[in-house]
C-alpha cells in the first residue's frame, strides 16, 4: 500500500507534506517523494529510496519551496523497488504535471503498449503509476485552450476512468492550474478531503490516504473523496469536485481496516480503531464457543496491529490481557518489507518474548492476518523457547487464499500460506496447539457496522472475487510471473537506476 498526500495552500507546503508523509509512513516504507510549485512555476521535487527521515535532508526541505506540494510514500506493487520509480512522477506535457498514486492498475501492460503505438508517448519505467500519469496527460491534450477549465479536467478524468482498470487512489499538479484528487470507481483505496481556514479568513485544502494525516496538521476532515469522485483545487484556492465515473460503486478494501490503516483513522465513515475492536469481539465470540475445552491462561497479542482486536478478545473471554512480545520500536512493518529473507529476520529483530509472561502457560497469541506465516510461525517458537505449555494462536482475519492485484504485494498464491490448505495443515506448519480464523461474514459484519450502505467489500485475497471484474488466471500468472519473490530477489541486484528527472540529489 502506498500513501499519498496533496496541499493546496497559501502558506509554505514542505514541512507539512513531511509530517503528513511521516504519519503515512505505515503505508509504505520503500521510497518517499514530495514535489512543490516555486514563485517561478517550477516544479521542485525530491524523491529516494528510503524512510521519510532519511530521504529528507534539510537541504532538500529549503529547496521544496511553494505552497503547493504532494507526497508519497512507496510499497511497491508494480515494477522494481528501484529510486526512479519512487512517486511523485513527472512529465512535462500538457503544461507540466506531477503525480503521485497509490494502488495498481490491472490493465498497466496493455496501456503502456497503447500509449505508445497510438498516442507516440514513452514511459521510462516498469512502474504502473507512470503509466497512470501518461494516460491522464493524454487526456488532458486533448483539450486545446489555456488555460483549462474546470471542466475539461474533469471530462479528462472522466475518459480515464473509462480505460484505466484497477485500484487508484492519485493527487496530481497541472502547472498554471492547481491540484486534482481522485479515487477509482469502486473506491478500493481511501481517499479523504480536508480544510484549514488561516485566521486571514482563506481556506487550504489538504487531500490524504487517511484522516489521520488531516488530524495531525489540524485539518478539519471535510469527507472521504468518494469512489470515481475527483477533486480540483485551482491555485487561486477555489474548490470543484465532480463524480467523474460512468457507474461508482463502492467497494472499499476490507484489508485496510484489517491491517493497513492506522487506527486512528476513519476510512468511508468506518472508523478502524472500532472495526478492529469489532473483530475482536466476533472471533473472542468464535473461541469461546468453539475451544470451551481448551485452557487458556492468557491473552497476548503480536504486536503492533493486532493489540486492539487482541485486548477485546481478554475482554470476551475473561482473561487477563499482557503484552508477552517487546517490540523493537526502531524496526518498521514486516509484511510491507521487499523480499522473503529480509522479512524473516525482522521478526526477531522486532519482535522479543517476555519470558515471565510465558513460562508455564498455556498462552492464546493473537494476529491480525496470517499471509505468508512469517510471522507466526517464529513467534510460536519464541513462545516455546520462552516456556510456554501450549501454544494457540488466532487470526482477526479469515485464512488469505488469494493473489491481491490492487495495491497490496500478495502476486503469489504459492507465498500464501492458506493457499490450498486447511486449518490443520497450516496449523501443523506454523507449529501451533491450535489455529483458529476468522470468518469472512463475521469479518465483514465487524467492519460494515458503522456503515451499513456499503454493499460490498474489495474482499478479493478471502473470496478470490475480484471487484473490478477483468482479472483472469492469465491475468493471475502473467502477476505471479512478474512479482514473485524470487523475481524480485533477481531484479533487485540487477537494478539500475533509470532517469531521475528534475530531482533535488
Ligand atoms: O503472515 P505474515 O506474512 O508474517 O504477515 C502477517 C503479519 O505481518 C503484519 O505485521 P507487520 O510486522 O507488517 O506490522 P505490524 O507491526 O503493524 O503488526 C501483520 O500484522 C501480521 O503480523
Ligand atoms: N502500493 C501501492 O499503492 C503501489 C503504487 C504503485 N503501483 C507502485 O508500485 O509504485
Ligand atoms: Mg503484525
Known sequence: MCGIVGISGFLPVNQAIYDALSVLQHRGQDAAGICTIDQLNCF?????????????????????????????????????????????????????????????????????????????????????????????????????????????????IQCMHRQIRGAYAVVAMLIGHGMIAFRDPNGIRP??????????????????????????????????????????????????????????????????????????????????YNARIRMGTKLGEKIAREWSDLDIDVVIPIPETSTDVALEIARILDKPYRQGFVKNRYVGRTFIMPGQQLRRSAVRRKLNANRAEFRDKNVLLVDDSIVRGTTSEQIIEMAREAGAKRVYLASAAPEIRFPNVYGIDMPSVNELIAHGREVDEICQLIKADALIFQDLNDLIEAVKEENPDIAQFECSVFNGVYVTQDVNQEYLDYLQSLRKDDVQAVARQSEVEGLELHNEG
Open 44 to 156: 521542485r521535487l525530491r524523491k529516494a529510496n528510503g524512510l521519510v527521515s532519511d530521504v529528507f535532508e534539510a537541504r532538500h526541505m529549503q529547496r521544496l519551496q511553494g505552497t503547493m506540494g504532494i507526497g508519497h510514500v512507496r510499497y511497491p506493487t508494480a515494477g522494481s523497488s528501484s529510486a526512479s520509480e519512487a512517486q511523485p512522477f513527472y512529465v512535462n506535457s500538457p503544461y507540466g504535471i506531477t503525480l503521485a498514486h497509490n494502488g495498481n492498475l490491472t490493465n498497466a501492460h496493455e496501456l503502456r503498449t497503447r500509449l505508445f503505438e497510438q498516442g507516440r508517448r514513452h514511459i521510462n519505467t516498469t512502474s504502473d503509476s507512470e503509466v497512470l500519469l501518461n494516460v491522464f496527460a493524454q487526456e488532458l491534450d486533448r483539450f486545446q485552450d489555456y488555460p483549462l477549465t474546470a471542466d475539461n479536467i474533469f471530462t479528462a
Open 191 to 272: 481517499l479523504v478531503l480536508g480544510k484549514r481556514q488561516l485566521p486571514d479568513g482563506r481556506t487550504e485544502y489538504m487531500v490524504a490516504s487517511e484522516s489521520v494525516a488531516l488530524d495531525t496538521l489540524g485539518f478539519e476532515f471535510i469527507r472521504d473523496v468518494v469512489a470515481g469522485e475527483a477533486v480540483y483545487i485551482t491555485e487561486q484556492g477555489e474548490l470543484f469536485t465532480r463524480q467523474c465515473a460512468d457507474a461508482p460503486k463502492n467497494n472499499p478494501c476490507l484489508f485496510e481496516y484489517v491491517y493497513f490503516a492506522r487506527p486512528d483513522s476513519f476510512i468511508d465513515k468506518i472508523s478502524v
